[in-house]
């Protein structure tokens, strides 16, 4: 992790929190001096007509990255950003934040919770809440870098812990004896 900035990786989805995130920074720019970046993928050509005032806010657009890019994106972040609304069961987003090792805000939404459990590098805020949203960013920014990347190892050490497959089978396993 070479950067201090924020990852979203949902494009302008209303349903992915494009909306809540755009609140989110107006809230954070009205209570802080200080600039926060961004990074923002599947931004299409046709809305970049947008990009300029909403650059003001902090985001960096890019359209569709393959994944030498999105690696290089990924160096730039120090947290990635997940305001759904949309219930997903299992976002891949959450997945890719924390295996990167990288801290976390999002939605309480759909698996999110159950998917972070144990992630000390998590803050979850309800669906929609921008001004949460804001005062997390705002937390991320306060801590130090030691901080920043020893929250994401641990992020990324409890997630493939959980989701280990020798793990997964014991579970699984007792769960089938205990029904039998």
């Known amino acids: 992790m070479e950067g201090e900035d924020f990852g979203y990786f949902g494009g302008h989805s209303i349903m992915k929190g494009f909306g809540i995130l755009s609140k989110a920074l107006l809230e954070f720019k009205r209570h802080n001096s ?14 970049r007509k947008y990009a300029s005032s909403l650059s003001k806010l902090g985001f960096i657009f890019y ?20 305001p759904s609304i949309w219930p997903e069961p299992w976002p891949y987003v959450v997945v890719e934040a924390l295996i990167n090792g990288r801290l976390l805000l999002a939605s309480k939404v759909g698996g999110i919770p159950e998917q972070v459990y144990g992630c000390k590098g998590v803050h979850l805020f309800d669906a929609g809440d921008y001004a949460k949203l804001a005062e997390l960013m705002d937390y991320v920014n306060s801590l130090s870098r030691e901080n920043v990347i020893d929250l994401g190892l641990h992020n990324r050490e409890t997630f493939l812990w959980r989701f280990d497959n020798e793990i997964s089978k014991k579970n699984f396993v007792s769960v089938i004896e205990s029904v039998v």
């Open 34 to 47: 200080v600039t926060v970046r961004v990074h923002s993928t599947k931004f299409p050509l046709e809305h």
């Open 63 to 82: 359209n569709k990255l393959n994944n030498d890019e999105l690696e290089n994106v990924y160096k730039k972040v120090c947290a990635v950003i997940v």
